[in-house]
């Protein structure tokens, strides 16, 4: 496939691209220069847009989202941060059939969270999208459970805005189970102070951008050092300037500014968000202060 310019990772924004596939895989990639010279060449599709890897979603809930139209939107990737595992993990080993028509999933399975914490009594949220526990104990069996029955990544509720929340036990006792494996913990926080437990836990995600208070510039700092953010603004906006965007947005600019990752991710599947490319999140992340090539980085 050859196209007039593309994007094949950092600082290769190239002209007049060639992309070729074999066996499902990735087998060549660089100019049309290059690639004349090699002896598979010829046949090309001339593509007139621009080539780049597969669009990844860090935070979607697909079980609201039509895989079909996901995939054909652009987007090749997924991970759902919260559903039912007797439902999510299925589809997860289903989208790695060649037949399946819609992004590779990866899913945290339910939202870890206290008795009756978000999101058990969430209207949008499927029965069994939250497990709760009772104390570390039970938080940690929770945490393996979920890991063997499949989960790529751990997500923990701190949304003091909605209902009771996890202690802080109970939250260090997931992370290290986490951590322990090799994989991750991600956390919804709203309400004051949330974020600074979760960053005192260690836990490693923040599900959102935080919108729901103004952090402080050390907890920024601290934050930018050991742990990455998944952007969702456009959850607060949907084309209008909200006090929630402007929060969110604040602290993603300074938490960017000192040096922190941020992944692309849209919360696909809770309200009207694009199934596929959401073009919106990707002028947030451009307000906030990224430049086109790390919104690439970011989207990747």
């Known amino acids: 496939m050859r196209a007039p310019a593309g994007w094949l990772g950092p600082g290769r924004l190239v002209e007049d691209v060639v992309v070729a596939v074999e066996g499902g895989r990735v087998a060549f990639a660089s100019t049309w220069r290059e690639w004349a010279n090699d002896p598979r060449a010829g046949g090309e599709t001339y593509v007139d847009g621009f080539l780049m890897p597969g669009i990844v979603d860090r935070h979607v809930h697909i079980g609201l989202a039509d895989p079909v139209s996901v995939v054909t939107g652009g987007v090749t990737a997924v991970r759902d941060l919260a559903w039912a595992p007797e439902v999510i993990l299925p589809l997860v080993t289903a989208s790695e059939s060649p037949t399946f028509n ?33 104390g570390p104990d039970e938080a940690a069996a929770t945490a393996r459970k979920q890991l063997e029955q499949g ?65 402080p510039d050390d907890l920024v700092g601290s934050i930018a050092r050991r742990m990455r953010i ?33 992944a692309y991710g849209t919360d696909m599947g809770n309200g009207p968000i694009t199934e596929g490319i959401h073009a919106p999140e990707a002028w947030h992340l451009l307000g906030a202060g990224l430049t086109h090539e790390r919104i690439l980085e970011a989207m990747t």
């Open 151 to 215: 989960a790529a990544v751990l997500k923990v509720s701190l949304n003091a805005d909605a209902g009771p929340t996890l202690t802080d036990e109970e939250l260090v006792a997931i992370c290290d189970v986490a951590h322990e494996q090799g994989t991750i913990v991600t956390a919804h926080t709203q309400g004051s102070g949330q974020a600074a437990r979760a960053l005192g836990a260690g836990v490693d995600e923040f599900a959102h951008c935080p919108w729901s208070e103004r952090l």
């Open 102 to 134: 819609g992004p590779l999933v990866r899913a945290a399975g339910a939202m870890i969270t206290a008795p009756g914490g978000y999101p058990t009594r969430s209207s949008w949220a499927l029965p069994g999208t939250g497990v709760e526990v009772r």
């Open 230 to 262: 998944v952007s969702t603004l456009d959850i607060h906006s949907y084309g209008r300037d909200t006090p929630e965007l402007r929060t969110a947005s604040d602290n993603l600019r300074r938490f960017l500014a000192a040096g922190g990752t941020v």
